[in-house]
């Protein structure tokens, strides 16, 4: 697995598709953070729902580094299409995972905010952080051309879920209460945004729930992903 993880790096250290989305994250948060002072937890809620869509952005274009041939012969290598793809999975959150510290750490060690963060607040964020990257990986491989091959149609598709999952507080309030519930099947981005927003005024408690409650929930999507890309085979898009 070692061997494989270092064969995936290099693919897509080779693709140099990271670029745009890391740099468009640094610009934001060079940005956000270039007027003083701010405030702790409401910084980490919007640091953390820019990475949830900057993760789906690398994850769009992560699973498809590989030409459709060379994809078979590293698949048959690696025993199984699954195991190849859940290599990738797993790289693919560990990359994000410097991002995370960079986002929790550049503000609080560079004095950005309006009092020091806790011990706590910054353990918090980390969590928080890293359950939203889970969510944006989660989102963009199913927009993969191996799902759906048109980029004029999976390009749109994710943007559009990325809003919505951004969105899915209003969305919730918006409903009528017969069907509020599938709000709910949306990523929870909102819920962890919102648990991060609001400590101090709320029990800390909420923002681990709402952290677990992502993690399962990405970890849930990307089974369904191994899955269903295991039923559809090395065939084509």
């Not at 900057?54 to 994809?71: K, M, P, R």
């Not at 910054?122 to 048109?150: D, E, K, Q, Y």
């Amino acid at each position: 697995m070692i061997a494989l993880t270092m064969y995936v790096h290099a693919t897509y250290m080779r693709s140099y598709r990271y670029v745009p989305p890391l740099l468009l994250l640094i610009i934001i948060m060079v940005w956000i953070y270039s007027l003083v002072p701010n405030p702790v937890m409401g910084s980490y809620a919007f640091t953390s729902a820019l990475l949830f869509a900057v993760s789906a952005w690398l994850a769009f274009g992560f699973i498809d580094t590989e030409h459709e041939t060379q994809l078979t012969l590293t698949a048959l290598h690696a025993g199984s299409l699954s195991r190849l793809t859940a290599a990738k999975l797993l790289y693919a959150w560990v990359f994000t995972a410097p991002l995370v510290i960079l986002l929790v750490l550049y503000p609080a060690l560079l004095h950005k905010f309006d009092r020091t963060p806790s011990v706590y607040e910054l353990a918090a964020a980390l969590a928080g952080h890293l359950s939203l990257s889970l969510l944006g990986i989660a989102c963009g491989v199913f927009f993969t051309a191996r799902f759906i091959p048109r980029l004029t149609t999976s390009a749109p598709g994710l943007l559009a879920i990325v809003a919505l999952a951004l969105a899915g507080g209003g969305i919730h309030r918006m409903l009528p209460e017969s069907v509020a519930f599938l709000a709910w099947l949306l990523p929870p981005v909102h819920v962890i945004m919102n648990a991060l927003d609001a400590y101090p005024r709320t029990s800390g408690l909420s923002i681990w729930a709402a952290c677990g409650f992502g993690i399962i929930y990405g970890v849930a999507a990307l089974t369904i992903f191994v899955l269903l890309l295991r039923h559809k085979g090395l065939t084509a898009a």
